[in-house]
């Protein structure tokens, strides 16, 4: 879990943030509201997340690439709902 998380945050510092380290950026920061990632790097990011993780994210909302936590939080439900996880709650990913 720990290393999904800093490899999402190694992606957005190398495509759009080179400014900062894995360190200062926080899980929770909006990379949306602040400008950090804008709508072909919403592309950009849905396509990183879909190849490295392995899951398919058609349903992915704005909102679920907010921040570096949202986006962990979306392909972990992903990947429960593709397993059949007996707690997967198929309304989760919006």
């Known amino acids: 879990m720990v290393q999904e998380i800093r ?7 190398r495509e ?5 380290t894995v360190d200062e ?6 990379l949306l509201n602040n400008g950090v990632i804008d709508s072909i790097g919403l592309l950009r990011t849905i396509a990183w997340l879909e190849k490295t993780f392995e899951v398919s994210l058609d349903s992915a909302s704005p909102e679920n690439l907010r921040t570096v936590e949202s986006m962990h939080v979306l392909v972990t439900e992903t990947r429960e709902l593709m397993s059949g ?10």
Not at 7 to 13: C, H, L, N, Q, S
Not at 25 to 30: A, F, T
């Open 7 to 13: 490899a999402i945050k190694e992606f957005v510092i």
């Open 16 to 20: 759009f943030a080179s400014d900062v």
């Open 25 to 30: 950026l926080e899980s929770d920061y909006d």
């Open 85 to 94: 996880s007996p707690g997967a709650d198929p309304g989760a990913v919006r």
